[in-house]
């Protein structure tokens, strides 16, 4: 057996599905799938805060696209009822945790509203792999929904630190996207030292939970500091913590700042969060110690205030 093979049973067995297949990066995995399992007659139900790569999925599906508002589940599920007795397959699709805010999806009114109206489900569990439910295995465990989503899509870019996407689900989906999805059917898989990274990173994530912890406990730390010295961190729920301070130019001013106080935070604006929504989003890590959390924090305080961001 491969190292690539290997590795595909071990993030099935990871995240409790049958069967998996590894893409050559996260954006490829939910791209390649949605465009691979939908049609212009079919149905797609998307969050409005969904990550890019669903989203260009989408468009290359020539699917029927409805969105609906950030967690509204309610409207959601008012989408399928109206569809229910629509001609194709509805795909219902949400992330697990949202990249630019670190909210978490309502997945469990995602489920039921999926179940009611017959509706495929996906999850895109980028951003909590390695973060939410038992040793990282995402929001699906996390809400303990095992064998209620249809589609898992995760990274190994992330939390596992490597490189490459991977989609888990039953038997007949995986059978079905090695030979319809492009980006798998036309590109190469992992070389051998990525697999092996990858799978020792599992070992990590299954035997060493104190990380974990730690992880918790740090972004915890941190985002109190954050409130604590005026800014808005806005809904986030995870260790995605963004400083949101409104106009682009002020959040590229605050991460050029941060810079040259030798901290790195990313400023994003328009278009990739809304205007009037521009921040710096922090990521803390597992192995970030307190020392260098509060030499974090002080940077944020000192060129806060220089920037007449806090009072």
Not at 214 to 221: A, E, F, V
Not at 288 to 293: K, S, V
Request: overall charge negative; glycine content about 10%; some cysteine.
């Amino acid at each position: 057996m491969t190292l690539h093979m290997q590795l595909e049973e071990r993030i099935a067995a990871f995240k409790n599905v049958e069967a998996c297949v590894v893409f050559q990066s996260g954006f490829a995995a939910n791209a390649g799938t949605v465009s691979a399992i939908l049609t212009p007659e079919d149905h797609i139900i998307s969050d409005e805060l969904n990550h890019a790569s669903i989203i260009d999925g989408c468009r290359l599906s020539k699917a029927k696209i409805h969105v609906f508002p950030h967690k509204d589940v309610d409207a959601a599920g008012k989408i399928l009822e109206k569809l229910a007795d629509v001609p194709g397959r509805k795909l219902l699709i949400s992330d697990g945790v949202f990249s630019m805010d670190g909210d978490i999806g309502p997945l469990p009114g995602l489920v039921e509203a999926a179940e009611k109206y017959g509706a495929i489900l996906m999850v895109d569990d980028a951003h909590s792999s390695g973060v939410l439910g038992n040793a990282g295995r995402g929001t699906i465990d996390h809400f303990g929904l095992h064998g209620r989503v249809h589609v898992q899509v995760g990274t190994l870019s992330k939390a596992i630190g490597v490189l490459g996407g991977y989609v888990c689900g039953s038997r007949d989906l995986i059978e079905y996207l090695y030979q319809r999805a492009r980006p798998f059917l036309f590109s190469t898989s992992h070389p051998p030292a990525v697999a092996a990274a990858c799978l020792a990173a599992f070992d990590v994530l299954e035997q060493e939970p104190e990380r974990i912890q730690n992880l918790w406990d740090n972004t915890r730390y941190f985002k109190q500091g954050l409130i604590d010295a005026g800014f808005d961190t806005g809904v986030s729920e995870t260790p995605i913590t963004p400083v949101i301070v409104g106009e682009a130019k002020a959040a590229f001013a605050l991460s050029n700042g941060l810079f040259e106080q030798g901290v790195l935070a990313t400023g994003i604006g328009f278009p990739t969060v809304a205007k009037g929504r521009a921040r710096v989003r922090t990521i803390v890590t597992a192995t970030h110690t307190r020392e260098e959390l509060d030499r974090a924090l002080e940077a944020f305080r000192t060129v806060g205030r220089a920037l007449g961001l806090l009072s």
